[in-house]
């Protein structure tokens, strides 16, 4: 087993989801490693349970290890002192689907916050929603789906660095709040 604070972080997200009574979507986890960059990233989905396949409402969670971060934790690691900080990239994206008209995006904007809690010093921020429009091959019967993310970082200190458990205190928050916002976004009266 990996003993790396990236894995450890993963773990804490996990936990947390977990702990929200979240369901996890089958086949949809990836843990990828660009082999010319050396990024890691690590991407699942997460839905209400009961939902089905595919779920009305589901989350798409993103955390990227860019190779600066992995620079700076090994010097850390090596060298017992912190120059740089390192920082796990997050995104977070609400997708509802499966809609029979165009959704209005102002529904959902109003609904959700600007920020999401936050994860040790910082909060993730939303963009603007996304519309997609999915054709059958006929061209005649369409469904869409709309999507809002929240793009951020968590930056490791010290602590975070030394032990594992504060990665728990700190994506904690982030199961009960992708739950309460799963249930708010389909809770939207789209049809």
Known sequence: MLDHVFTD????LRDAFETARLERQAFEERFQSDVLLG????????GLPGEGLPPRVQADISCAWPTWSQTAY??????????????????????????????????????LPLDSPRIGSEALTRSGPTVESIF???LTEA???IEVSY??????DEDGLADGSTLDQHFGALGGWIAATLVTVGDLPYT
């Open 151 to 156: 793009e951020g970082g968590y930056e490791l």
């Open 143 to 145: 469904e869409y789906a």
């Open 39 to 46: 990024d890691l990233t690590w991407q699942t989905s997460y």
């Open 136 to 138: 059958g091959s006929d």
């Open 74 to 111: 090994r010097s850390w690691y090596v060298e017992e002192e912190l120059t740089e900080p390192p920082r796990i990239e997050i995104e977070i994206v609400f997708r509802r689907q499966r809609l029979s008209v165009t959704p209005d995006p102002t529904i959902v904007i109003d609904a």
């Open 9 to 12: 972080a993963i773990g804490a």
